[in-house]
Each structure stands twice: as structure tokens, then as C-alpha cells.
Nanobody
């Protein structure tokens, strides 16, 4: 299993920006896919953005064009740059890493970081 440490959440005004980071405890090239998910109060956890290591990215329709997911290979870190933030982006954001072990997908989760968009 992978240990994931998140950072970068906080309070920001609508239209502002935040950058979330998630550092993995293993070499990032050992991971198949990483991503960011979020869960707002009273709602189910949803996918925000995912990236296949060395491959494609995928975004939720609600964040496409505003959020960018990227990998820092040297730091074993996945970043989420969030621009033009809206109040509806308020949620706890979770980092996820999927490993493929013996043809099975094993998921690991970070502890979550709060993002609040409010004036």
C-alpha cells in the first residue's frame, strides 16, 4: 500500500486559486494512476481529476478548463492546480493512488484536505 500525504488546502475567495499537492511514499512510476477526489457535506465522493502515470488525464466536467492535474516525478508528487474557484468547489479533497498488483487494483487514500471557497 502507498502512504499519501496531502497539503495545500485552505480558504479562498471565489475566483481565487489554490494548489493541492500529494506526495507518495514510493516511486511514482510504480503507481498506475493517481487522482484527486472530493466530498462535500451530504454528498457522495466524486472524481475531480485523474492521471495515468505516463499517460492520459481525465477531468470532471465541472472542473475542466479550471483545474490542472500534473506529476512531479522528482518529488513523487501529484499536484492539482485549481483556478477560478467557485463556492461549489468547497469540499474535502482526497488524493488517491491505484497500484496494479497481481492483476488486482489496490487503492490507497490520503487523509483529506479541506478546501473552502467563500467570500
Amino acid at each position: 500500500q502507498v502512504q499519501l500525504v496531502e497539503s495545500g488546502g485552505g480558504l479562498v475567495q471565489p475566483g481565487g486559486s489554490l494548489r493541492l499537492s500529494c506526495t507518495a511514499s514510493i516511486n511514482i512510476f510504480s503507481i498506475y494512476r493517481m487522482g484527486w477526489y472530493r466530498q462535500a457535506p451530504g454528498k457522495q465522493r466524486e472524481s475531480v481529476a485523474t492521471i495515468i502515470i505516463g499517460g492520459n488525464t481525465n477531468y470532471a466536467d465541472s472542473v475542466r478548463g479550471r483545474f490542472t492535474i500534473s506529476i512531479d516525478n522528482a518529488k513523487n508528487t501529484v499536484n492539482l492546480q485549481m483556478n477560478s474557484l467557485k463556492p461549489e468547489d468547497t469540499a474535502v479533497y482526497y488524493c488517491n493512488a491505484d497500484l496494479v498488483l497481481s492483476a488486482a487494483v489496490v487503492s490507497s487514500w490520503g487523509q483529506g484536505t479541506q478546501v473552502t471557497v467563500s467570500s
